[in-house]
């Protein structure tokens, strides 16, 4: 059984032409699938026609990033719930990514409050429609882990479908988020050497909740840190896993993919 990246961003790679490539790549350095991430109505409908044109190898999500949040807001977010109903179109896996960030916000404190509001109302817009289309949901959560918790806990969806992606928090964290059934996913910060709280939050999710990911074209996994990420560099970040695990690498290939199978409906 291959690996499986659940989340990486393939609009830049499609949009310069690299999408071929990196493919091809991925599938040498056995990936079995990966899922899309969307972040705003810029990239769902190509994300959907990337899926339709790679059936059971690339899958895709739709949602607003909270980087993504403008004054139309609501009007990007009302276009989610067609991608799960128009008829003969592939479905989204999950909606999201969503969510809340406080790393970027603008300096100015007034407007950074102005702005953080907004993308509390976006996220609780984005985790309504999640409940009601029933669907798994990946967060976006930076510097803002308790907010996402308490907003998600009012929201009413089932924890056991919500995935916090890149997770970088450190065990307790993981052990709140497990208390609830839901899931973190690991990019290759897992690697680095100043992310240890990011291995011990492995070692409490443990091998049979292990969801890996790339976040391409960011966060790229050591030994290519420095460098634009990729699907394939998902094996270096499974590796690591199986170090931090004391596992086989084909016990975390394995593993993770049945988890991701199971979380995404793959």
Same mark, same amino acid.
């Given at each position: 059984m291959g690996l499986i990246d659940t989340h990486t961003h393939l609009e830049s790679f499609a949009r310069r032409g690299e999408l071929p490539a990196v493919l091809r790549r991925a599938r040498e350095s056995s990936l079995e699938a990966m899922i %899309?991430? !969307? %972040?705003?109505?810029?990239?769902?409908?190509?994300? $959907?026609?990337?899926?339709?044109?790679?059936? !059971?190898?690339? =899958?895709?999500?739709? +949602?607003?990033?909270p980087c993504s949040v403008e004054e139309d807001w609501r009007e990007q977010v009302e276009r989610l719930p067609a991608f799960?109903?128009?008829?003969?179109?592939?479905?989204?896996?999950?909606? +999201?990514?969503? !969510?809340?960030?406080?790393?970027?916000?603008?300096?100015d404190p007034a407007e950074a409050e102005r702005v953080f509001a907004r993308q509390c109302d976006a996220f609780d817009a984005g985790l309504a429609w999640a409940r009601q289309l029933n669907t798994p949901v990946v967060i976006h959560s930076r510097g803002a882990f308790r907010e996402c918790v308490e907003r998600i806990d009012a929201s009413g969806v089932d924890w056991t479908r919500v995935v916090f992606h890149c997770f970088v928090e450190g065990p307790?964290?993981?052990?709140?988020?497990?208390?609830? !059934? +839901?899931?973190? =996913?690991? %990019? +290759? @910060?897992?690697?680095?050497? =100043?992310?240890?709280?990011? $291995?011990?939050?492995?070692? @409490?999710?443990?091998?049979?909740?292990?969801?890996?990911?790339?976040?391409?074209?960011?966060?790229?996994? @050591?030994?290519?840190?420095?460098?634009?990420?990729?699907?394939?560099? @998902?094996?270096?970040?499974?590796?690591?896993?199986a170090e931090v695990l004391g596992v086989s690498p084909e016990a975390v290939a394995e593993a993770s993919a049945r988890t991701s199978r199971r979380v995404f409906g793959l």
């Open positions: %899309t991430i !969307g %972040t705003s109505t810029d990239d769902w409908a190509l994300y $959907r026609e990337l899926t339709e044109a790679n059936p !059971g190898f690339i =899958s895709y999500t739709a +949602g607003l990033h799960w109903s128009e008829a003969g179109r592939v479905r989204p896996v999950a909606l +999201g990514e969503i !969510g809340l960030d406080r790393f970027h916000l603008p300096k307790a964290e993981m052990q709140l988020l497990m208390s609830r !059934g +839901g899931w973190g =996913s690991f %990019t +290759g @910060v897992l690697t680095y050497k =100043s992310a240890e709280a990011v $291995r011990q939050a492995a070692r @409490v999710q443990g091998l049979d909740r292990l969801l890996l990911e790339t976040d391409a074209p960011y966060l790229t996994p @050591v030994p290519h840190r420095g460098k634009p990420n990729e699907p394939a560099y @998902v094996a270096f970040t499974a590796a690591c896993a």
